[in-house]
Structure formats: structure tokens, C-alpha cells
């Protein structure tokens, strides 16, 4: 048969020899990539007849490539079950397997082909298990340089609490802490205002976090522990020189190591006279001027204070600055004492005992009933701090499982100190009242004002939850009014609607 040039025959055999050149190319591609992996390869059919290997697996074997192919699996590899893989069709993969003294990581991989196996893969991932011991060696080195380098970030940039370790969800301090979201995204001064223990430095701390500034530092100055005569330097720093005793280099203030960040000044109120003076001129220009240096030094920072006191009588006492006041009181968060949310006390007390069982590793399963009445009957001048304090005193006392009325500290279990807000002392069964009506008030505010979703949000029966509305005046006379921002006709509405 002549075959024309040009003709179907002639196109026909050359797209053929083109596709075998192809096929000739992907099958070198093949063997280039299977002869310089690192990883031990190996291809048998499913009789355990080697059809490939790599010079790495040939190495690793010390035999040449020609001696392997065509042979049965078990004659070149000791330990194999490439031949069991080829029969069963299930993979194994990171099993250990001894080969000439070594124990190595090895995976078998069956190779299927319209439903038919076809193959089984090899592959060495670890020549020696040493090797892996050492790769994970060298991990764990690796993770704890990089969580000491996280932990000494941590400890530069200051800042350790967000707004979830603020606990408690009653009205007064979610209002609070919905201000302080939004103000935190600013660069507006803040005044934190509140007795000791109530979390300011926690609001301060979480305001720098969820700032755009959370990626510089946080430092904190604690103005009634810094004597007067070191204030200055404590604050602006000095140069080398500056006075007798200055460090050979100098040392940078308060204000130069929070540049860029947030600088907290805790207890503003105990801040001298001179000092208010000099503060506000860095606030008003924002530069400040170390001891003995030639030029002020200018300083991105932003400033939250905080204080105990209240500021105002000190500036009718002349013992606060009028023009500093008005430069720190821009935004002011009034953080409620805990005895005017004694609903927030359960949360606490769970909190908290979970972080001393952390800390001290001594079980505890929680409060016993009496126990926690106990609690709700106190007063807590000093707040949260105080009530840490408490139950670790009893956490160290207590004999069982839980914290019982006589493991808790005998002026507590007796009522001293028990007083409300305005001095008047609170019985149990007032307190216990308030809780209860806090408790139902935000129920059904949050159901918006069905009694049925409130009671199955507190998990009493619709009957119950009537009666109580009922026991404590709510439908009469609005009483959680003060809880809530609603007024006293928008909460009796909601009361009131079935």
C-alpha cells in the first residue's frame, strides 16, 4: 500500500508518533523526578513484582537498580508486606519496618485503575527513626525559643486582659463595658473611675488591646508608689550625666517607653502639685524633656488614667489641677462597685475559683448553697480584689469538695461589712430580691418582653414565672428600673405584655 504524503494515513501515523513522543517524555519526566527524590521510592504490581525504583531506595538497599527490577519484593526488601498491600488493597501508611539494622518510617499505597488494582507505591519518609526523633527534637527547640520570644513580647507590650476577662453580665457593668468598646478604637484620654478592686487596671488593659495601638507597648505607672523627688525622672527619664548617681547611659521615661502605645496612670488623683503641672505640658504638646537633655523629646502616646477618688472635691480642695482635670475627663467610665451587681457574684466566684484551682492545684467543685448567701450578704468594699482574697483563704481551709459557710473568714460569716451602697446594710433576703429581680428584669428584656421565652431562658415554668413577676412589684411598680435603660413605662410594658 503506498501511503501519500499529506494523506489520512500519512496524519494518522503522525499524530501517533507524536503522542509516543509525549508518552516517551512523561515516562523520562517520571524517572528524572523518581531518581532525585530524597524519599526511597518503590512500584511492584500486585503480585510483589518490582516494577521501579529510585536510586535512593537502590542506595538505602546498597544493590543496584538492575539487580531490583523484575524481582519479587521479598527477595530484596527484608520485612516488606508490599505483597500483603497488593493483595488486601488497603494502604499502610507511617509504619515502622527494620531494613538492614534500621528502623525507618515507610508508607504502602495501593493504586487502583477503573476499579482494578493496578500497583502499590512505596515510600520511605525516614531512612532511620532517629531521624525523626531528631526533626522532633529540633521542633520542640524551635517552639519553646518561639514561645519564650511570645511570652517576652507579652511581657514588653504590657497589655495581658480583653474585655472577656471582665466577668459579669448585669446591666451596669454591660453598659460600661459597650462605652469602653467603643472609645477604645479611639485616641481619646480616658478616666477610669472606681473604688479599689472594682477592675480598673482591667478596662485600661483592655482598651489598649482593642485599640489600633495593641501592637505597641502598654506601661503602666502606679503614681502613688513613686516618691516625689523621683517622679520627674521616673516619668520623663534622663541623659547620661544628668545628676550624681545617672546611669553611665541614661534612662528612658515612662512616657519614651510607651511612644506609640498606651500609658496607664493608675491612682491620678495622688499625683503632686508640680508634677500635674508638667504632665499637662506634655499633654499639650505632646513632647517631653528629659533631666539634663539638651531638646525635648517628642512622644505618640495615649493616656488612660484611673483613680479611686473622686476627683471633683480635690479640685474644690485646690489639690487637683482645674486645666488638667478637663484634659483627662474626656471620656469618664464610672465602674460599678460589686455590691451594686450582686447577680455578676456567681460568675465571679466560678471564675475565680477555677484560676486558683489552676494556680494552687488544689479540686474544688464550687460554693455550697449557704456558703454563696454568705457571699451575696456582704458588702465588698474592697470588690473583686476582696472577694479573690476570700476564697483563696478558703480554697487553702477547706476539708471537702466544696467551699462550705465555716470555711469562709469568720468577720465575713458574721456580717461585718456587710453594707449596701449608701452605707445602709442589706439583709439576705433583700439581697437575694435584688438578684432575683435583676435576673428576671434582663430575662425578659431580652425576649423582649414574652414571659414564656423569659422562663425558658431562666428555666422556671411560665406559672413561675408569673407569680414572681408578681411577688417582686415588677408589673407594679417597675422596680428594676434602675437596671435597666429603659424607663419605667417601657419596662412596665414590657411587664405587662403577654
Same mark, same amino acid.
Given at each position: *500500500?503506498?501511503?501519500?504524503?499529506?494523506?489520512?494515513? +500519512?496524519?494518522?501515523?503522525?499524530?501517533?508518533?507524536?503522542?509516543?513522543?509525549?508518552?516517551?517524555?512523561?515516562?523520562?519526566?517520571?524517572?528524572?523526578?523518581?531518581?532525585?527524590?530524597?524519599?526511597?521510592?518503590?512500584?511492584?504490581?500486585?503480585?510483589?513484582?518490582?516494577? /521501579?525504583?529510585?536510586?535512593?531506595?537502590? @542506595?538505602?538497599?546498597?544493590?543496584?537498580?538492575?539487580?531490583?527490577?523484575?524481582? +519479587?519484593?521479598?527477595?530484596?526488601?527484608?520485612?516488606?508486606? *508490599?505483597?500483603?498491600?497488593?493483595?488486601?488493597?488497603?494502604?499502610?501508611?507511617?509504619?515502622?519496618?527494620?531494613?538492614?539494622?534500621?528502623?525507618?518510617?515507610?508508607?504502602?499505597?495501593?493504586?487502583?485503575?477503573?476499579?482494578?488494582?493496578?500497583?502499590?507505591?512505596? /515510600?520511605?519518609?525516614?531512612?532511620?527513626?532517629?531521624?525523626?526523633?531528631?526533626?522532633?527534637?529540633?521542633?520542640?527547640?524551635?517552639?519553646?525559643?518561639? @514561645?519564650?520570644?511570645?511570652? &517576652?513580647?507579652?511581657?514588653?507590650?504590657?497589655?495581658?486582659?480583653?474585655?472577656?476577662?471582665?466577668?459579669?453580665?448585669?446591666?451596669?457593668?454591660?453598659?460600661?463595658?459597650?462605652?469602653?468598646?467603643?472609645?477604645?478604637?479611639?485616641?481619646?484620654?480616658?478616666?477610669?473611675?472606681?473604688?479599689?478592686?472594682?477592675? !480598673?487596671?482591667?478596662?485600661?488593659?483592655?482598651?489598649?488591646?482593642?485599640?489600633?495601638?495593641?501592637?505597641?507597648?502598654?506601661? /503602666?505607672?502606679?503614681?502613688?508608689?513613686?516618691?516625689? &523627688?523621683?517622679?520627674?525622672?521616673?516619668?520623663?527619664?534622663?541623659?547620661?550625666?544628668?545628676?550624681?548617681?545617672?546611669?553611665? /547611659?541614661?534612662?528612658?521615661? !515612662?512616657?519614651?517607653?510607651? +511612644?506609640?502605645?498606651?500609658?496607664?496612670? @493608675?491612682?491620678?488623683?495622688?499625683?503632686?502639685?508640680? *508634677?500635674?503641672?508638667?504632665?499637662?505640658?506634655?499633654?499639650?504638646?505632646?513632647?517631653?524633656?528629659?533631666?539634663?537633655?539638651?531638646?525635648?523629646?517628642?512622644?505618640?502616646?495615649?493616656?488612660?488614667?484611673?483613680?479611686?477618688?473622686?476627683?471633683?472635691?480635690?479640685?474644690?480642695?485646690?489639690?487637683?489641677? +482645674?486645666?488638667?482635670?478637663?484634659?483627662?475627663?474626656?471620656?469618664?467610665?464610672?465602674?460599678?462597685?460589686?455590691?451594686?451587681?450582686?447577680?455578676?457574684?456567681?460568675?465571679?466566684?466560678?471564675?475565680?475559683?477555677?484560676?486558683?484551682?489552676?494556680?494552687?492545684?488544689?479540686?474544688?467543685?464550687?460554693?455550697?448553697?449557704?456558703?454563696?448567701?454568705?457571699?451575696?450578704?456582704?458588702?465588698?468594699?474592697?470588690?473583686?480584689?476582696?472577694?479573690?482574697?476570700?476564697? &483563696?483563704?478558703?480554697?487553702?481551709?477547706?476539708?471537702?469538695?466544696?467551699?462550705?459557710?465555716?470555711?469562709?473568714?469568720?468577720?465575713?460569716?458574721?456580717? &461585718?461589712?456587710?453594707?449596701?451602697?449608701?452605707?445602709?446594710?442589706?439583709?439576705? !433576703?433583700?439581697?437575694?430580691?435584688?438578684?432575683?429581680?435583676?435576673?428576671?428584669?434582663?430575662?425578659?428584656?431580652?425576649?423582649?418582653? @414574652?414571659?414564656?421565652?423569659?422562663?425558658?431562658?431562666?428555666?422556671?415554668?411560665?406559672?413561675?414565672?408569673?407569680?414572681?413577676?408578681?411577688?417582686?412589684?415588677?408589673?407594679?411598680?417597675?422596680?428594676?428600673?434602675?437596671?435597666?435603660?429603659?424607663?419605667?413605662?417601657?419596662?412596665?410594658?414590657?411587664?405587662?405584655?403577654?
Amino acid at each position: *500500500m503506498r501511503i501519500r504524503r499529506g494523506g489520512w494515513v +500519512h496524519r494518522l501515523l503522525g499524530a501517533l508518533a507524536a503522542r509516543a513522543h509525549e508518552s516517551e517524555k512523561d515516562r523520562d519526566m517520571l524517572e528524572e523526578a523518581l531518581g532525585h527524590a530524597y524519599e526511597g521510592l518503590i512500584i511492584t504490581d500486585p503480585g510483589g513484582r518490582i516494577l /521501579k525504583a529510585n536510586q535512593a531506595y537502590a @542506595d538505602f538497599l546498597g544493590l543496584r537498580l538492575d539487580e531490583m527490577i523484575g524481582r +519479587h519484593v521479598t527477595e530484596v526488601v527484608e520485612n516488606t508486606r *508490599m505483597h500483603v498491600v497488593g493483595r488486601t488493597g488497603v494502604a499502610e501508611i507511617a509504619h515502622v519496618q527494620r531494613i538492614r539494622g534500621h528502623e525507618m518510617i515507610c508508607s504502602r499505597i495501593p493504586i487502583s485503575e477503573g476499579g482494578k488494582l493496578v500497583a502499590v507505591v512505596g /515510600k520511605i519518609i525516614f531512612q532511620d527513626i532517629d531521624d525523626l526523633f531528631a526533626m522532633t527534637s529540633r521542633f520542640r527547640s524551635l517552639k519553646k525559643e518561639l @514561645d519564650f520570644y511570645k511570652t &517576652e513580647l507579652d511581657r514588653q507590650l504590657g497589655a495581658r486582659y480583653s474585655f472577656d476577662s471582665i466577668v459579669g453580665r448585669s446591666e451596669q457593668l454591660e453598659r460600661i463595658k459597650d462605652l469602653a468598646r467603643k472609645v477604645a478604637r479611639s485616641e481619646t484620654t480616658v478616666l477610669l473611675v472606681g473604688e479599689s478592686g472594682t477592675g !480598673k487596671e482591667l478596662f485600661a488593659h483592655a482598651i489598649h488591646v482593642e485599640s489600633g495601638r495593641t501592637l505597641r507597648p502598654f506601661i /503602666k505607672v502606679n503614681c502613688a508608689a513613686i516618691p516625689a &523627688e523621683l517622679f520627674e525622672s521616673e516619668l520623663f527619664g534622663y541623659r547620661e550625666g544628668a545628676f550624681t548617681g545617672a546611669r553611665t /547611659k541614661g534612662k528612658k521615661g !515612662k512616657f519614651e517607653l510607651a +511612644h506609640q502605645g498606651t500609658l496607664f496612670l @493608675d491612682e491620678i488623683s495622688e499625683l503632686p502639685l508640680t *508634677m500635674q503641672a508638667k504632665l499637662l505640658r506634655v499633654l499639650q504638646e505632646r513632647e517631653v524633656e528629659p533631666i539634663g537633655a539638651e531638646r525635648p523629646v517628642p512622644i505618640d502616646v495615649r493616656i488612660v488614667a484611673a483613680t479611686n477618688r473622686r476627683l471633683e472635691p480635690l479640685l474644690e480642695q485646690g489639690a487637683f489641677r +482645674h486645666d488638667l482635670y478637663y484634659r483627662l475627663n474626656v471620656v469618664k467610665l464610672d465602674i460599678p462597685p460589686l455590691r451594686e451587681r450582686p447577680g455578676d457574684l456567681p460568675l465571679l466566684v466560678e471564675r475565680i475559683l477555677r484560676q486558683l484551682e489552676r494556680e494552687t492545684g488544689i479540686p474544688v467543685e464550687g460554693v455550697a448553697p449557704e456558703a454563696e448567701a454568705a457571699l451575696l450578704a456582704h458588702g465588698w468594699p474592697g470588690n473583686v480584689r476582696e472577694l479573690r482574697n476570700v476564697l &483563696e483563704q478558703a480554697l487553702y481551709v477547706k476539708t471537702g469538695h466544696v467551699i462550705t459557710r465555716a470555711d469562709l473568714p469568720h468577720p465575713l460569716v458574721a456580717g &461585718e461589712g456587710g453594707l449596701a451602697a449608701g452605707g445602709a446594710r442589706k439583709t439576705l !433576703k433583700e439581697l437575694l430580691r435584688q438578684t432575683e429581680q435583676e435576673l428576671l428584669a434582663r430575662a425578659l428584656r431580652e425576649a423582649g418582653g @414574652d414571659r414564656a421565652a423569659a422562663a425558658s431562658r431562666l428555666g422556671i415554668s411560665k406559672s413561675s414565672i408569673y407569680a414572681k413577676i408578681g411577688q417582686l412589684g415588677l408589673a407594679r411598680d417597675g422596680a428594676a428600673s434602675s437596671i435597666l435603660p429603659e424607663s419605667n413605662s417601657e419596662f412596665q410594658e414590657l411587664t405587662h405584655r403577654r
